[in-house]
C-alpha cells in the first residue's frame, strides 16, 4: 500500500514538471520569436502606425497585414524592398475616377489629391475657357466623376455688333444664358434657341423694336375753274387763293437692329382741311382784229423786228395784258417797249397789218418789236429785220 502510494506521487511530480517544462519553453519561444520582430513605421492612406513584422519584403508585410494592394497603388519605397528594422513606408490605395471629355467616358485609378492633380497626371491641358465639374480644388474620392466641357470658338452677332467669343454650350439657349444675353418681347434668335451648337457657328440675335412714327402729310388742293361772261375771252382771274390741307398719319414700323424693315399704317386724322383754288375764266368774245382807221395819220417810226409764238418753251401763252394767245391764235399782236410804244396802242406794222401793242419782253428794249405767229414756221419766215410802224392812236 505504502509502495503504491509513493509511485502515484511520483508519476504527479513527474507530469508536473514535465507541463512547467513545456510552459518554460513556449514561453521562452514566443519571447525569442517577439524579440527577433523587426520594428518598421507605415503609414496607411494617411495614418501612421509603427507595426512589428517578420515579413521579409514589403509584399509580405501587406500580405501579412491582409492588405490587398492595387497596381495603381503607391507604395514607397519599392514593394519588393526588404523589411528592416526602422523602415517607413509610405502606402496610398488608388481610387477609382471616372473622367467624361466631351461625352467621352474613361475610368481610371489614381493616387492624386485633387483634381487638378489628376488632370496632371493625365495630362489633360485645360484653357481658361474650358469647363470642368467639381472645380480644380476638389478632393480625389473613390467613384468620383469629373466631367470636362472644352470650348470652342463661336461668333456672336448682338444687334449687328459682332465678336467671337469661346462657349461650352450645348444649346443655343444654353449660350445665351452663359454670355449673359436676355431677349426683349419682339427679339428674336437664328438659329432657334432648342437648336446644337457647334463650332464656328454664328449666333444671331436680332434687335426688334416696335415704334410709332407721325408723318405729317399736305392734302394737295384742286384747282376749280368758272367761266365769267364779264371777262374777255382767255383772260383768267383768281378768285379764291388755293390752300393746302394737312393729314397726319401714324404708323406702326418695325425696326431690327435699328434699321426699318416694315411700316403698317395703324391711323390718319385731318388737322386741316384743304381749300380749292378757284380761278374765273373769261368767256366774252373779244376781236382782236384791229380796224385800219385811218392810215395816213399817226407818227411813223422804224423798229428792229423779231417774231414770236405762244408755243415756245416756257412760254405761258398769256400776253403781259392778259391776252391768251393759244386760245385766240389769230390775234394781231406785238411785244413792245412801254416806254417807246405804251401798252394798248394800236399800230399799223409795215409787212404784218393793223396790230395792238399788248405784250412785252426782257429782250424788247428801245425802238425793237416782236410780232405774234401762231405757228413757228410763220415766226421763222419773218426772221429779223426793220420795219416801219405807224401809230395809229
Not at 182 to 211: Q, S, Y
Request: net charge positive; with cysteine.
Amino acid at each position: 500500500m505504502k509502495n503504491l502510494l509513493s509511485k502515484s506521487l511520483s508519476k504527479k511530480k513527474l507530469a508536473i514538471i514535465t507541463a512547467s517544462f513545456l510552459v518554460f519553453a513556449a514561453s521562452f519561444g514566443f519571447l525569442i520569436f517577439e524579440t527577433t520582430k523587426k520594428t518598421v513605421a507605415i503609414t496607411l492612406d494617411g495614418q501612421e502606425k509603427n507595426i512589428k513584422t517578420h515579413a521579409a519584403t514589403i509584399s509580405e508585410l501587406f500580405a501579412e497585414l491582409e492588405i490587398s494592394l492595387h497596381s495603381e497603388d503607391y507604395v514607397f519605397p519599392a514593394r519588393d524592398t526588404k523589411v528592416e528594422n526602422n523602415l517607413e513606408i509610405v502606402w496610398k490605395p488608388a481610387k477609382q475616377v471616372h473622367i467624361v471629355k466631351d461625352n467621352e467616358k474613361k475610368t481610371i485609378w489614381t493616387v492624386s489629391e485633387t483634381v487638378e492633380e489628376l488632370l496632371n497626371e493625365q495630362k489633360i491641358a485645360l484653357s481658361e475657357y474650358d469647363k470642368v465639374q467639381p472645380n480644380l480644388e476638389n478632393k480625389i474620392k473613390d467613384h468620383l466623376e469629373i466631367e470636362i466641357d472644352t470650348a470652342f470658338p463661336i461668333t456672336l452677332s448682338d444687334g449687328g455688333n459682332k465678336k467671337q467669343v469661346w462657349s461650352t454650350s450645348t444649346t443655343v439657349a444654353d449660350f445665351l444664358s452663359q454670355q449673359g444675353i436676355t431677349l426683349g418681347e419682339f427679339d428674336r434668335v437664328e438659329p432657334k434657341t432648342e437648336e446644337k451648337v457647334k463650332e464656328n457657328d454664328v449666333i444671331h440675335v436680332i434687335r426688334v423694336e416696335k415704334v410709332t412714327d407721325v408723318v405729317e402729310e399736305p392734302i394737295k388742293f384742286a384747282v376749280v375753274t368758272k367761266k365769267d361772261s364779264s371777262m374777255n375771252k382767255g383772260t383768267e382771274k383768281v378768285v379764291t387763293q388755293g390752300k393746302e390741307g394737312l393729314l397726319n398719319k401714324e404708323f406702326e414700323v418695325v425696326l431690327e437692329n435699328g434699321k426699318e424693315v416694315s411700316r403698317k399704317l395703324i391711323s390718319e386724322k385731318k388737322v386741316r382741311e384743304k381749300t380749292d383754288k378757284v380761278v374765273a375764266v373769261g368767256s366774252k368774245t373779244v376781236n382782236y382784229v384791229v380796224s385800219r382807221g385811218n392810215e395816213s395819220g399817226g407818227k411813223e417810226i422804224y423798229v428792229s423786228s423779231t417774231a414770236y409764238t405762244a408755243n415756245c418753251n416756257g412760254c405761258s401763252g398769256n400776253t403781259a395784258t392778259g391776252i391768251n394767245l393759244r386760245a385766240n391764235p389769230n390775234a394781231k399782236v406785238i411785244a413792245v417797249d412801254p416806254r417807246v410804244i405804251p401798252l394798248g396802242t394800236k399800230v399799223y406794222v409795215e409787212g404784218y397789218g393793223y396790230a395792238v401793242a399788248a405784250d412785252t419782253g426782257s429782250a424788247i428794249k428801245g425802238n425793237k418789236i416782236d410780232v405774234f405767229f401762231s405757228s413757228k414756221a410763220e415766226a421763222y419766215r419773218w426772221g429779223r429785220k426793220t420795219v416801219k410802224i405807224r401809230i395809229l392812236n
